[in-house]
C-alpha cells in the first residue's frame, strides 16, 4: 500500500487526481445511499492498472504469479481427476475473480470452459480494453450470492472462490450458490486468509472473520450476530485437501471439497 501511494506522489497526475476524487465521490454515494461501498477496490484497480502502464509494467506481471501460485499442484490434482471421471467437456468458474482468472494458466485448453464472475465485472472488462491487457475472457457482472440467476442448478465441475467469500455481503449464502451451481462429483475450492475482518479492522468489504476447524469453515461477522457458524456442515461434500497455514488473522487457508 504504501509503495504504491508513492508512487502516486512521485509521478503526480490528472488521471490519479481524477482517481483520488471519483474515490471520495464513490463513498460517500455508497454512505448516503447505504449500498455496498467498493470505492476502495475501484480506487486499486484503477491505480494499480495505471502504475503498471505507466511504469512500463503491464498487468502481464499477474501471469508468473498466478501459474506459481501455492494452490496450483493440488489444481492440477483436482482437474486429473475430473477429466477422467466425466466425459464431457469440463466448466470451471472463478467467482470474484478480479480482473485476472486464478485458471489463467488453463486457458489455451480448448477442451474446459472458463467462466470468471465478479461485481466489479464491467470495471475490470474497461481496464483490460483501455490498457490493452492480452487477457482472453470477459467477465460476468454478478455476485456470489445471486449465482442461481445466472447459472442453472448442477451447472459446473470446478468452482473456484480466492479471497472472495469474506468479501461478501453474506458468505453462508455465496457458499450455498456456490454448491448450487456445482455438479455432483464437481469440486470446490476455496481458498482465503484467516481472519481478514479482524486483521484489516474491519475497514472496507472486511465485514467477516473466516477461520478452519477440522474439516470445516466457520464464519464470524463484524457485529458477532453471526459467531463461528459452521457454513460447510449441512452441505454435502467430502473434504479432498486442506492446508492452514495458521490461525492467526491473515494465515492462509485452503479447502478443496468434492460434492457427494
Known amino acids: 500500500m504504501l509503495r504504491s501511494v508513492w508512487f502516486d506522489i512521485t509521478h503526480p497526475s490528472l488521471t490519479n487526481i481524477r482517481y483520488y476524487i471519483r474515490f471520495l465521490s464513490d463513498k460517500f454515494y455508497a454512505r448516503l445511499t447505504n449500498s455496498i461501498d467498493y470505492s476502495s477496490e475501484i480506487l486499486h484497480w484503477k491505480r494499480a492498472y495505471y502504475r503498471y502502464h505507466v511504469s512500463g509494467e503491464y498487468p502481464e506481471w499477474w501471469d508468473a504469479n498466478l501459474t506459481k501460485n501455492r494452490y496450483s499442484k493440488e ?3 483436482v482437474l486429473e481427476i475430473l477429466s477422467k471421471d466425466f466425459n464431457e467437456k469440463l466448466k470451471l468458474i472463478d467467482v470474484g475473480s478480479g480482473p485476472v482468472t486464478s485458471f489463467f494458466e488453463y486457458l489455451n485448453i480448448t477442451a474446459w ?3 470468471t464472475v465478479d461485481p466489479l465485472a464491467k470495471l475490470y472488462n ?3 480494453k483501455k490498457y ?6 470477459k467477465c460476468i ?13 448442477n451447472n459446473f465441475h470446478l468452482v ?23 455438479k455432483p462429483g464437481g469440486f470446490m475450492n476455496l481458498f482465503g486468509f484467516v481472519k481478514v475482518g479482524t486483521r484489516e479492522k474491519w475497514t472496507g468489504l472486511h465485514q467477516h472473520d473466516l477461520h478452519v476447524e477440522g474439516n470445516h469453515l466457520f464464519l ?3 457485529e458477532k450476530s453471526i459467531n463461528n457458524l459452521n457454513i460447510t456442515k449441512k452441505l454435502n461434500m467430502t473434504l479432498f485437501y486442506k492446508n492452514v ?7 492462509f487457508f485452503t479447502l478443496i471439497y468434492r460434492k457427494n
Do not use: C, W
Open 75 to 77: 489444481m492440477r490434482q
Open 113 to 115: 470452459k472458463i467462466i
Open 126 to 128: 474497461h481496464l483490460n
Open 132 to 137: 490493452k491487457v492480452n487477457y482472453p475472457l
Open 141 to 153: 457482472e454478478g455476485t456470489g450470492e445471486r449465482l442461481d440467476e445466472l447459472f442453472e442448478q
Open 160 to 182: 473456484l472462490s480466492q479471497n472472495a467469500m469474506d468479501h461478501a455481503i453474506s458468505p453462508q449464502e455465496f457458499i450455498n450458490k456456490l454448491y448450487y451451481i456445482l
Open 220 to 222: 464470524t461477522n463484524r
Open 245 to 251: 497455514e495458521g490461525s492467526a488473522p491473515g494465515d
